[in-house]
């Protein structure tokens, strides 16, 4: 079996496997990022990069995730189907391998928020 990464590997020999979770920095200088993080390089077998937390502008986690594999750091790419159509989605999914990203991990709406919403909107009727 060829694998896509050393996160893959391990998951598939069923070794333990130890990640962490980061936002993206709000400016876009990569040193911000990179130094956030550095401390976890060869303890956290992949950083989880999250997607628009808090529907406040972050650098893009897909281009988080880059800056880490090019800085030998697996990522896990999170993407959220709240802030994008579908054809975004393909084109973020078919994109993200080329540039050496293969962990993804998709998230569905913020059940908090949309239990939020649906008060919200029982409260008008």
Not at 93 to 118: F, R, S, W, Y
């Amino acid at each position: 079996m060829e694998y896509q990464s050393s996160l893959h590997k391990k998951l598939s020999e069923g070794e333990f496997v130890y990640t962490a979770e980061t936002t993206p920095p709000d400016a876009s200088n990569q040193d911000v990022l990179l130094t956030k993080i550095m401390s976890l390089k060869g303890i956290a077998d992949a950083i989880n990069i999250t997607d628009g937390p808090g529907a406040k502008v972050h650098m893009s986690s897909l281009t988080a995730a880059i800056i880490l594999t090019q800085n030998d750091i697996e990522p896990i790419l999170q993407l959220t189907v709240r802030d994008r159509n579908r054809l975004a989605l393909q084109g973020d999914l078919v994109g993200a391998p080329a540039l050496g990203v293969h962990g993804v991990h998709i998230m569905g709406h913020n059940k908090e928020q949309v239990i939020a919403e649906i008060t919200k909107k029982s409260k008008k009727n």
